[in-house]
């Protein structure tokens, strides 16, 4: 068997769980045996090998990070069974999915595709927008139809009603119906071009988004009045208050701030690094922490409750709370998020960092792949050089007296 298995790595007994788990972490290049047929290849999937009509056919079963040992054996079994009965396992599992082609509706397949990548997602509020989107718009719609039948005319059924008054929203829509039907072709579920695709479909048919509605920009602080907004921000007490202020001194993201936790924050080195999950690059981000940022952590420190930086009631304070300091103090017209906006014009206008050290002080990935991968460091101290600059640009009326605040 050794001979016809080419990379086959030959066994005296049957695989153990053990076995599994071993080459599923190792990538075990070739096949492992666990006879009768089944094989698990490259230590990632499993197959059941067999010949019919003088031919070598291999019969995909699945991964093994999904599907454990015992569950290979019982699909190897049913593979055997069909070739007693005269059948073929591959032939049957491709009839099986043409009668289901025909016959599968978007809404299963925009289930099933929900359902197989949500686990890579970030968060579930992700996922919740996925769902509440098709459940409004999309499902209602076209949900009960084929999944093999839907033409561009269903995709604008969709889109038209809101492509207009809710055009950001219809652009997420268009896109994940899009998604879906490019997984429901790859599953063999329907064939042809993707009819929610963009060019060469709906750019024929609908004005372009642009042209339909201003993009919507988050509300910003002109950074000239940065040092002035500060001196009123200092003034207010409370969590919410100081996390509003750091984020402002780092240029970070509201999530990011609100879910920092302390065993993120390195005094000594004066570094805040925020862990691949929690950006939304995922990639590790190493924050330079300004004498004003640090002051700030002072603050928090002195008070702490809790793994969170900046706690609330339980867990982490809720972004709610970074737009009602700014509403108290009559600045509801500006957002956190555009604070982000205010340092980018301020470093683009005012430094001459180049691009790229602004763009990484943002966490903003920068040229292509290739120069991404060659691309070692990450600029770290002239990033911090320009955090500085910008904390001076800040503190132009001094940080000022600290203002207590009770726990």
Known sequence: M??????????????????VARAIKARSPGLLNDGAGLYLK????????????GKKRDHGLGPARDIG???????????????????DPIDERRAARAA??????????????VKSHSPGWRSQKHLRQWESSLATFVYPVIGEKPVNEIGVVDVLAVLTPIWADKAETADRVRNRIELILDSAKALGFRSGENPAAWRGHLDKLLPPRSKVRAVRHFAALPYA???????????????????????ILTAARSGEVLGATWDEIDLEKKVWTLPAERTKARREQRVPLTAAALAILAEMAAIRMSDFVFPGQRGPLSPGMLQLTLKRMGRADITPHGFRSAFRDFAGNETSFPREICEQALGHATGDAVEQAYRRGDALERRRALMNAWAQHCEQSGRGKIIPFAR
Not at 100 to 113: H, L, Q, V
Not at 230 to 246: D, I, K, V, W
């Open 42 to 53: 490259d230590g990632s999937s499993w197959i059941f090998r067999y010949q019919r009509n």
């Open 225 to 247: 009045d940065m040092a002035e907004f500060m001196t009123a921000l200092r003034q207010q007490p409370g969590p919410s208050s100081r996390a509003l202020e750091f984020l």
């Open 2 to 19: 050794g001979g016809d298995l080419g990379r086959t790595k030959v066994r005296d007994r049957k695989l153990t769980a053990l076995d």
């Open 69 to 87: 040992l015992a569950e290979a054996r019982r699909l190897a079994a049913e593979a055997r069974r069909l070739l007693i009965d005269g059948q």
């Open 100 to 113: 289901r082609a025909a016959t599968i509706s978007f809404a299963e397949a925009g289930g099933d595709y």
